[in-house]
């Protein structure tokens, strides 16, 4: 019964790549002038469509900043419920810490969530707090040391894992 889903922002919604070098510098004048160089990965657009009409609830969890979280967000408008980003958290993935607050934030319990993310962190983090976690490869090149629930190559088999999950409203 999934009522939630906790996406991993970079590499896993958006292809931010190209930006990483001046992110990592912290060279973000840089990095906000040129968000229009990031891209949604093929998919997760008819992905987030299919969760909004279900009106499932949706977090964002991010090491990244907040500043640059919300530009990044708005810039591709995705929309969602909570963003928990490096400063809402004393302790970040592959902590517990920030997929519990998400859980807490969204109201829900850990078996009516769902994440999906492109790094050990990601899942190590979910796995750790109870939640059933989805690795996507779309944004890597695959190698993960890891133990997720799934393994997913495209954001539309997103789609049918949710499906399979759903509950009536």
């Known amino acids: 019964m999934i009522k939630g889903v906790i996406f991993d922002l970079d590499q896993t919604l958006v292809n931010s790549s190209v930006l990483e070098e001046y992110r990592s510098r912290r060279d973000w004048q840089y990095t906000y002038n040129n968000l229009h160089l990031t891209n949604l990965f093929d998919g997760i657009q008819e992905m987030l469509n299919y969760i909004t009409e279900n009106n499932v609830k949706i977090a964002i969890v991010t090491n990244s900043p907040r500043p640059y979280a919300e530009r990044l967000l708005k810039h ?3 929309k969602y419920d909570t963003l928990i980003h490096y400063h809402s958290v004393t302790k970040r993935k592959p902590h517990s810490e920030p997929m519990i607050k998400a ?3 969204l109201a829900l319990n850990s078996e009516e969530v769902i ?6 962190n990601d899942i190590i983090s979910s796995n750790d707090s109870g939640i059933s976690s989805v ?3 779309w ?5 993960y040391n890891c133990t997720p ?3 997913i190559e495209n954001p539309l088999q997103f ?3 949710l499906k399979n999950n759903f509950s009536a409203n």
Do not use: A
């Open 76 to 78: 591709h408008n995705i």
């Open 103 to 105: 859980i807490s934030e």
């Open 115 to 120: 994440s999906l993310g492109d790094h050990d």
């Open 135 to 137: 690795l996507c490869t």
């Open 139 to 143: 944004g890597t090149d695959g190698n």
């Open 149 to 151: 629930q799934s393994v």
């Open 159 to 161: 789609v049918e894992i």
